[in-house]
C-alpha cells in the first residue's frame, strides 16, 4: 500500500466525492472509501482537466481511452470483495487510477494495458506517487498474465462480447472476476465468483458503458458485428438481443406516433402546446446545447405566444441580473441612464449577443410599446450570479439616489471584495486558505440592511429598489459562490441554482405585490437547469436544480419543457474562455434518447409527456437512457464521457422539442450594431 502525502485544493473535493457521490449510493465498504479518500484522481488526468478530477463523470484520456467515474471504480473494487493480502490482475489499466485504488487494500496488482504510451504514462504517475506493489505492462489483456496466476481477484476496465475464458481459468477458486459485458457502447456490469474447477456463479450488478475490451478473445479492431444498439448489451442470447433491438425501435415508432410535427417554428400551430401547459404560471424552456439557432427560435416564438395567449408578464434568462437589466430598460423604455458597460460582454458572449435573441429582444420591445399602461410591459430579467462586481456597483449607484449616508457605508462593506474585481475566482481561493479576510459578513450585512429599509426605498421607486435588492444578493449568493468553488463542484452547482430559483421566486413575489395580475414567468435555461434533477444522475452526486425545485414549490404549476438534437452545428468553444467556433455535433450514439428520436423520421416535433397517448410509451418514457448535454463547451473528441448522462425523459420534463439537424447561432458582430442608440442593450 501506498503512502500518499499529496495534500492540495482537490483533497477537500476528493472527500466531498466520497460522501456524495460514493457513500450517498450506498457503497459500504470502508477499505474502498478510504482508498477514495486516499488516492488523488486528478494526478492520473492531464493538468488541463484536473479542475474536473471529482465532478463524479468519465473523462478523457489519450488515444480516445477514458478514466471511468470515481462512482464506478468504486462499485467494481467493492465487488472485488477485497479483504487484504490479495494477487489482483486489472484489465484494461488505462490511467493507472483503478490499479491505485486496488493497492491500498491488496498486497500486488498487476495491470495490462494494451496502448504502450497509456501504460507507460500510468507507471510513471504510479511510480511518483510511490507505488511498489503495482506492475503495469503493455499487452493483449484478453490473454491475462498466466505467469502470476491464479488471482484472487480479476478487475476488467473494458467492455467485451462475452467473458474471456482465459481470464476465468487465471482466477483462483473462490476468487471474483468483475467485467462488463455487452456491445461496444453498452454493458452489464458482472460479478463473476468461481465455484469450483468449472462451474462460475454469475449477478448483474448495474448498466455501464466501457470502451471495447480489445484482444484476441474481445473485440476485433474493426469488428463491428456485436454493435447493435444500447439495448441489445443487456441481453446474452439473440433472442433476447433481438428483442430489444424490437423495443428500441418500436419506442421511436410510439414517439411518432404520439408527436407533433413541427414544419416550420414560425408557423406551426402552437395551441395543442399551450393547452398541454394549462394554468401553469411558471414556465421552463430548455435547451440541449447553449449555441443553437432552433432552440432561440422556438423558445422565442413559444414565449410571444405565452405573453399575448396566456399573460405570462416576465421572462427570466440564464444571464446575469445587471447585463438583463439592460435589456429590460430598452424593451420596456425605462428612463433609467445607460450604464458605461455593454451587456452580455463576458464569456460566452455568444449566448446571449446573437441575431436570434436580438429579434426577440426587437418583438418584445414592439409588444411592450403597444400597451396602454406601464404595469402591462413585459419585463426581461437574469437570474445568474456571476456579476458580482457590476452588481456592487449598481447597488451603490442605487444607495446613492435613494440614501447617500447608505452608499457610504456599502461603499466600506464591498470594499473588502476590491482587490479582487479583476478576477473574482481568485478570491474565493484566497478566502478558503486562510490567505485573505473572508467577505461574507460584510456583503451579508449589506443585504439585510436593504431588506430592512424595504418600505420606505419602495415608496420612492418599488422597480428601482427590485433590481438593488437583487443585486445585492446576488453579491452575497456569488461572494459565498465564489468561495465554494475550492470546496467542490458539488457545493457551487447547488448555490448556483439554488440562487437561480430563489431570484425567480422573488421575481413572482414581487409582480404578485405590484401589479393587478398574475404573476406569470417564463424561463430560459439549460436542459441542465430545468429538466428536473431526480430523474437524472445528478441526486447521486448530492446535486439539485432548478427544474426540481420548481416542481416541488409550485407542482402542476410549473411546466417543463426539453429540447434535443441529433445532429448540426453549434456554437462553442474548446475551453472556458477561449473563441467561438462553429463546431459539428457528432451524430447521438446508439441507445440515446436522441437515437430514439432520431429514429422516428421526423424532423421535428413537439411530444407530451404528462399524458403521452398510452401507457405503454409512458412506461417507455420513465425508462433510463442516456442523454447529451453541450454547454458553452463542446468536446467532440471525448463525447461519450463529456456530454452524456442518464436520464428518464419523461420523468425529467413534461414536454419535449425535438430538431433532428440544427444550426449554431448567428453572434452579432461590431458592423451589425454600427449607429445603434446608447441606450441599445447589446451595443460594444
Given at each position: 500500500m501506498a503512502s500518499i502525502d499529496h495534500l492540495s485544493d482537490y483533497q477537500h473535493s476528493r472527500h466531498q466525492m466520497v460522501r456524495n457521490q460514493l457513500m450517498n449510493r450506498n457503497l459500504k465498504s470502508d477499505t474502498v472509501l478510504e482508498a477514495m479518500r486516499t488516492v488523488p484522481?486528478?494526478?492520473?488526468?492531464?493538468?488541463d482537466m484536473w479542475e474536473f478530477a471529482y465532478e463524479g463523470s468519465a473523462l478523457p484520456l489519450i488515444e480516445g481511452q477514458t478514466i471511468s467515474q470515481p462512482y464506478i471504480v468504486g462499485l467494481m473494487v467493492e465487488a472485488l470483495n477485497l479483504k487484504g493480502g490479495e494477487k489482483v490482475l486489472e484489465i484494461g489499466a488505462g490511467s493507472g487510477y483503478a490499479a491505485a485504488i486496488i493497492a491500498q487494500i491488496a498486497d500486488q496488482v498487476f495491470g495490462i494495458e494494451r496502448i504502450t504510451a497509456l501504460a507507460e504514462r500510468s507507471k510513471m504517475v504510479l511510480d511518483n506517487l510511490g507505488y511498489h506493489n503495482i506492475e503495469i505492462m503493455s499487452g493483449d489483456g484478453t490473454l491475462g498474465y498466466a505467469q502470476?496466476?491464479?488471482?484472487?481477484?480479476?478487475?476488467?476496465?473494458?467492455?467485451?462480447?462475452?467473458?474471456?475464458s482465459t481470464l476465468k481459468q487465471q482466477l483462483k477458486i473462490g476468487g471474483r472476476l468483475v467485467i462488463p459485458i455487452g456491445n461496444r457502447h453498452y454493458q452489464r456490469l458482472l460479478q463473476v465468483t468461481r465455484i469450483d474447477e468449472d462451474q462460475f456463479d454469475e449477478e448483474i450488478i448495474t448498466r455501464v458503458h466501457f470502451v471495447p475490451l480489445l484482444g484476441e478473445e474481445g473485440w476485433h479492431e474493426q469488428s463491428d458485428s456485436h454493435s447493435i444498439s444500447i439495448e441489445n448489451s443487456f441481453s446474452s442470447s439473440k433472442s433476447q438481443q433481438s428483442a430489444e433491438h424490437n423495443k428500441s425501435a418500436d419506442t421511436a415508432t410510439l414517439i411518432a406516433e404520439a408527436?407533433?410535427?413541427?414544419?416550420?417554428?414560425?408557423?406551426?400551430?402552437?395551441?395543442?402546446?399551450?393547452?398541454?401547459?394549462?394554468?401553469?404560471?411558471?414556465?421552463?424552456?430548455?435547451?440541449?446545447?447553449?449555441?443553437?439557432?432552433?432552440?432561440?427560435?422556438?423558445?422565442?416564438?413559444?414565449?410571444?405566444?405565452?405573453?399575448?395567449?396566456?399573460g405570462f408578464n416576465m421572462v427570466a434568462v440564464?444571464?446575469?441580473?445587471?447585463?438583463?437589466?439592460?435589456?429590460?430598460?430598452y424593451v420596456r423604455e425605462l428612463t433609467t441612464p445607460p450604464s458605461e458597460w455593454r451587456a452580455f460582454t463576458r464569456f460566452p458572449?455568444?449566448?446571449?449577443r446573437n441575431t436570434e435573441m436580438q429579434e426577440f429582444v426587437?418583438?418584445?420591445?414592439?409588444?411592450?410599446?403597444?400597451q396602454a399602461r406601464p404595469n402591462l410591459k413585459v419585463g426581461f430579467y437574469g437570474l445568474d450570479l456571476y456579476s458580482m462586481f457590476s452588481s456592487i456597483d449598481e447597488v451603490i449607484n442605487y444607495l446613492e439616489d435613494v440614501d447617500p449616508e447608505a452608499a457610504e457605508i456599502a461603499r466600506e462593506r464591498y470594499g473588502c471584495l476590491t482587490p479582487w474585481q479583476s478576477d473574482p475566482a481568485t478570491y474565493g481561493r484566497a478566502a478558503t486558505s486562510g490567505e485573505y479576510e473572508r467577505c461574507e459578513d460584510s456583503v451579508v450585512d449589506m443585504l439585510m440592511e436593504l431588506m430592512e429599509k424595504q418600505t420606505e426605498y419602495v415608496a420612492n421607486d418599488g422597480e428601482s429598489y427590485l433590481d438593488a435588492m437583487q443585486n445585492a444578493r446576488l453579491v452575497a449568493n456569488a461572494e459565498a459562490y465564489y468561495r465554494s468553488m475550492?470546496?467542490?463542484?458539488?457545493?457551487?452547482?447547488?448555490?448556483?441554482?439554488?440562487?437561480?430559483?430563489?431570484?425567480?421566486?422573488?421575481?413572482?413575489?414581487?409582480?404578485?405585490?405590484?401589479?393587478?395580475?398574475?404573476a406569470k414567468i417564463v424561463v430560459w435555461e439549460h436542459n441542465s437547469h430545468i429538466g428536473d434533477a431526480r430523474a437524472t444522475s445528478m441526486p447521486a452526486r448530492g446535486e439539485h436544480n432548478v427544474g426540481q425545485l420548481c416542481r416541488s414549490k409550485f407542482g402542476d404549476e410549473a411546466y417543463l419543457i426539453g429540447f434535443g438534437t441529433h445532429g448540426g452545428t453549434v456554437a462553442a468553444a474548446d475551453n472556458w474562455g477561449e473563441p467561438m467556433q462553429v463546431k459539428t455535433i457528432r451524430p447521438s450514439m446508439q441507445g440515446s434518447w436522441e437515437r430514439v428520436c432520431h429514429d422516428t423520421k421526423i424532423p421535428a416535433f413537439m411530444l407530451g409527456m404528462r399524458q403521452p397517448g398510452s401507457k405503454i410509451l409512458r412506461q417507455r418514457l420513465e425508462e433510463e437512457h442516456p442523454e447529451r448535454a453541450i454547454g458553452v463547451i463542446y468536446r467532440p473528441q471525448s463525447e461519450l464521457a463529456s456530454h452524456y448522462f442518464q436520464a428518464r425523459l419523461g420523468k425529467q420534463f413534461d414536454e419535449y422539442i425535438w430538431f433532428d439537424q440544427t444550426k449554431a447561432v448567428t453572434p452579432l458582430d461590431f458592423e451589425a450594431m454600427q449607429g445603434m442608440p446608447d441606450t441599445y442593450p447589446f451595443g460594444l
Open positions: 484522481r486528478e494526478k492520473f488526468l492531464s493538468e502470476q496466476a491464479p488471482y484472487d481477484a480479476i478487475l476488467v476496465s473494458a467492455g467485451g462480447p462475452e467473458i474471456p408527436a407533433q410535427p413541427i414544419d416550420s417554428i414560425e408557423t406551426v400551430d402552437l395551441t395543442p402546446l399551450l393547452d398541454r401547459i394549462g394554468d401553469a404560471r411558471v414556465v421552463l424552456l430548455g435547451e440541449a446545447t447553449h449555441g443553437t439557432s432552433e432552440f432561440y427560435r422556438f423558445r422565442a416564438r413559444l414565449t410571444q405566444e405565452l405573453i399575448e395567449n396566456k440564464e444571464a446575469d441580473w445587471p447585463d438583463a437589466a439592460r435589456i429590460d430598460q458572449t455568444w449566448m446571449w426587437e418583438w418584445l420591445r414592439r409588444h411592450n410599446g403597444m475550492y470546496k467542490g463542484y458539488i457545493t457551487s452547482w447547488n448555490m448556483r441554482d439554488s440562487h437561480m430559483f430563489d431570484t425567480l421566486c422573488s421575481l413572482l413575489d414581487f409582480k404578485s405585490q405590484n401589479t393587478d395580475r398574475p
